[in-house]
């Protein structure tokens, strides 16, 4: 996810501050990590370097004086072009639960276990992403994102269990190569 377009989007309803703008971030998109506040005036910092925002002024409300970031029109095309892309699928999967795998294969390690284990914890994750989205007074955004997590773990499983089917021959593969 490219933080200095979601700064942009956030930008893009008026002016704000850097605290500000992480506390939206992390309203807007729940399941994502939180920014680091060094992050988000890192970003704003490159964005006002590259002309996509500029500074706004300072605002000092019961606290200290904090500065006030806008977008550019360059930073709204910029914005308007970044979200208008098509995100291509990732042209090399990079699937740790399967290196884990065939590295335990190679250490005469037991793959069984290990996706016996790795189901039990992706479950674990699946009812936790459940009690969240179905707590009450869940936001839509809430929702959305644990079901888009929810929908990448189910893939996850089915490929553990497809893999699960066919260890005998994977452990054959790797043990002959």
């Known amino acids: 996810m490219s933080t200095r377009h ?33 992050q988000v005036y890192t970003t704003l910092q490159r964005l006002v370097r590259d002309g996509l925002a500029e500074v706004d002024g300072t605002e000092a409300d019961s606290g200290p004086e904090r ?16 979200a208008g892309e098509i995100t ?26 290990y996706l016996r284990a790795q189901r039990a914890a992706h479950m674990a994750r699946m009812r936790e992403l459940t009690a969240v989205k179905t707590a009450p007074g869940a936001d839509l955004s809430t929702v959305l994102a644990a079901d888009y997590a929810l929908n990448h773990l189910d893939a996850d499983l089915r490929w553990m269990n497809t893999t699960a089917a066919r260890l005998t021959t994977l452990t054959a593969e790797v043990d002959a190569a």
């Open 88 to 113: 291509a699928p990732a042209p090399f999967v990079t699937n740790e639960i399967f290196a884990k795998l065939v590295v335990s294969i190679l250490s005469d390690g037991d793959p069984a276990a």
């Open 6 to 38: 979601i700064l942009l989007g956030l930008l893009a309803g008026g002016p704000s501050h850097g605290y500000d703008l992480k506390r939206r971030h992390d309203e807007r998109f729940p399941q994502a990590r939180p920014l680091a506040y060094g």
């Open 67 to 82: 500065t006030m970031y806008r977008s550019t029109d360059e930073g709204a095309r910029e914005l308007a072009k970044w």
